[in-house]
């Protein structure tokens, strides 16, 4: 287990600056990005610098107010900024010193660990049993339909986003959760069998 939980901050960098960003840190694992747009949410692939949609098309991400780029090497959370200005938010998050892959124009942290958790969310919506090109179908009536980045999900199976918590110690030997690393989506190994 790592010691330490190295964070690096730019501002200013575009959604395609940070990413270039992520891959010279995360490759050569394949990743996966969250991206906010005011009309959906998105699950996509990050491959060769391209976030790709479930056809295998480049997404257009001008739109994208919020992303959120991870793989079990690093994460990479981005902000738009809509003023003028252009300050948009860049962190990236990794268990080891990357550092040397982005340059010293970062602004860098490291902070000391006592243990960690891993922990999961459950995706909305169950599996289809439909799978093209290495995705899945997740559907629900209440939400619609969502196409994820995991192969081979069967009928009525639940998919789980899966992230590492930092614990530290803070006064009075009091520990507490003071980060979050998302690292994957993988098929949850409970699901419900098919009938």
Sequence with gaps: MSTRLYTYRRVGLSLQEASRAFAAVAEPLPAIAILYTPEKCYLVRFTEGQFMN??????????????????????????????????HQTVLLAESDIGDKLGDVWQNDSRPIVATLSQTYLLWGQGTGGTYNGWSTLAMARVGALQVPVPNVPDKANVLLHSIEYLEERDYGNVVVFDERLIGLKMDSQSEEPN
Excluded at 63 to 72: D, G, K, L, P, Q
Aim: net charge negative.
């Design 54 to 87: 479930a056809q295998g098309q480049p997404l257009d991400i001008s739109r994208v107010y919020e992303a959120r780029i991870f793989n079990e090497n690093a994460e990479l959370r981005w902000l738009n900024d809509p003023s003028p200005a252009h300050c």
